[in-house]
């Protein structure tokens, strides 16, 4: 009897000891919260059971992560258990089994998900199964704290939801790099042989060489659209066959590009230069459909297209009329906005297009590395280690969490700002530093969420990479960032009340597309206070504003006169985009000033090209929060 409640413990800390009825689960006599030590904490929450119960306990892992328990009977806690709902190799399965009971249940519909996932500490997961809230609030009831996806995206988990669960979600970003850069030559090269049509015509008994006539690959220009793990295994591989490789990315370091011998340009100069074009990023809001009929007409004429990345960064209405035109020759599709998509879909039945059901990491090597990446991720998160692959819930406390919650908005929102104020030929950015004005002193002001926070808003507007205080360091180190930190000491009483006073964001050795924002040292900087517990944007360059953080931003150099301010509102009034806030600061009188203005809505075009043409303006710059 005792070792069966204190299973029941385990699995549900909601559960009575057994034999209880469900009234007693709920009283609060029949169990109380335990705070763990220190050297415990971040292990799910402890529970004990009613002090006249023989089955006494509280629920935790040592070190080496065994669940244990301190039941009278001295019976030990069974091992944690993993629902694996998609197919994954035995490799994978042989790691799960050295340390937790496994069941494999694919093919599970949502229902039957929702009925099992309470008995399970670990869910992991392939694309195919939706993590839904519904799913992860019924984990939530039970003892679900690990979910994992056996790959990169994780479109179909609700992180919001997992992270108010106290799910952490856990991915394998890098086992199937090598095969999705290998798939993105494969259709290289069939593509530019006409390969598939080929294979096609003679199946039917056509033997027509004249009509399937290719292109060499050797001297011919090679766009790599995004330059992270698989566009850079791409341009190896490309530089192998003779191909002139050249890149577009934001985020890319200049050094990491010149090493494998690809040329970093700007996003219009890499398509208009290319012979093919290879898409590599990711689908976030700034990415989707950014190859439309705009972006195909400053193409070469017979331009040649592969995607082994995300569907939606094509409008796939404006590729099919590229390519009945002309403009595009051919393509070459891993993947699609809709999956699978329709029968009838032009695109896939166009007879100058190759297309493949999304088998970019559909190998045998792959599956096998990707299934043992995920459950090494899950098998860490269970014991209680902080997983470099974690998509989710930082483990602050809930106090220190409350005290700088309006300053963890200001950092994100500060390298947010920053990130859109780098202009896209300078190659990448390495070098940002965080200045923190404070009262307090080192012991007393942890920063390592702010400086996550400020990685996150750096990182997150340029890639599909979700950031935060478990994975900060580990992504900043990725991607080339080197993120300094200075205090700078403010002796204020009244300052010492709050825990900081300002936070400035530094970066170095970089372009800007708006001039205003550079400083006298040559650097980017933007700083901002948190006033009656809102952010607010304090500084850009040597320019002194005011303007709270809310909505989106407009940022104006201009000359130094009258009657500004009236003109630009009369212009945004006119289109009904409406102004929150607007400060300007200037440096010397009749000379430059920047107009900072907060809208609730985004501008069109028209709105904003009008407000360039106003003669005072100099420059001016939307920036998105």
Known sequence: ???????????????????????????????????????????????????????????????????????????????????????????????????????????????????????????????GTKVTRE??????????????????????????????????VVNAPTANTVAAAEHGIALLASMARNVSQADAALKAGKWQRSKYVGVSLVGKTLAIMGFGKVGSEVARRAKGLGMHVIAHDPYAPADRARAIGAELVSFDEAISRADFISLHMPLIPATSKVFNDESFAKMKNGVRIINVARGGVIDEDALVRALDSGKVAQAALDVFTEEPPAKDSKLVLHENVTVTPHLGASTVEAQEGVAIEIAEAVAGALRGELAATAVNAPMVPAEVMSELAPYVSLAEKLGRLAVQL????????????????????????????????????????????????????????????????????????????????????????????????????????????????????????????????????????????????????????????????????????????????????????????????????????FLEL
């Open 422 to 621: 780098v202009a896209s030929e300078s190659g990448g950015i390495k070098g940002v530093k965080v200045v923190y004005t404070t009262a307090r002193g080192p012991d007393d002001l942890d920063t390592r969420l702010l400086r996550a926070m400020v990685t996150k808003g750096i990182v997150e507007p340029v890639s599909s990479t979700f950031v935060n205080l478990v994975n900060a360091d580990y992504t900043a180190k990725q991607r080339g960032l080197r993120i300094a930190e200075e205090r700078v000491s403010h002796e204020s009483p009244a300052a010492a009340e709050a825990p900081l006073e300002s936070i400035q964001v530094r970066l170095s050795h970089v372009q800007s597309k708006f001039a205003g924002a550079i400083s006298d040292g040559g650097d980017i900087v933007l700083e901002g206070r948190v006033k009656y517990g809102v952010p607010h944007l304090t500084l850009v360059g040597p320019y002194e504003v005011d303007v709270s953080l809310e909505g989106n931003l407009i940022l104006c150099r201009q000359i130094d006169q009258p009657g500004m301010i009236g003109k630009v509102g009369n212009i945004l009034g006119q289109r009904n985009v409406n102004i929150s806030f607007m400060s300007v600061g200037r440096t010397f009188r009749g000379k430059q000033a920047i107009m900072a203005i907060g809208v609730d809505e985004e501008p069109d075009k028209d709105t904003l090209e009008n407000i360039g043409h106003i003669p005072a303006i100099e420059e001016f710059v």
């Open 1 to 127: 009897m005792a070792a069966a409640a204190s299973r029941a413990i385990l699995s549900n800390p909601h559960a009575a000891p057994a034999g209880a009825s469900p009234a007693a689960a709920r009283s609060p006599a029949a169990r109380s919260s335990v705070v763990l030590p220190r050297r415990l904490r971040g292990v799910r929450s402890a529970v004990i059971s009613s002090s006249s119960s023989p089955a006494a306990a509280v629920v935790a892992s040592d070190p080496a992560g065994r669940i244990l328990g301190a039941g009278t009977d001295g019976a030990l806690w069974p091992k944690p258990a993993v629902l694996v709902a998609e197919k994954l190799s035995e490799a994978g399965l042989a790691v799960l089994r050295g340390f937790a009971d496994v069941e494999c249940a694919y093919g599970m519909s949502p229902s039957e998900l929702l009925a099992k996932v309470a008995q399970f500490d670990a869910l992991i997961v392939r694309s």
């Open 135 to 168: 799913v992860l609030e019924a984990g939530g009831r039970g003892r679900l704290r690990v979910v994992g996806r056996a790959g990169v995206g994780i479109d179909n988990v609700d992180l919001q939801a997992a992270t108010e669960a106290g799910c952490l």
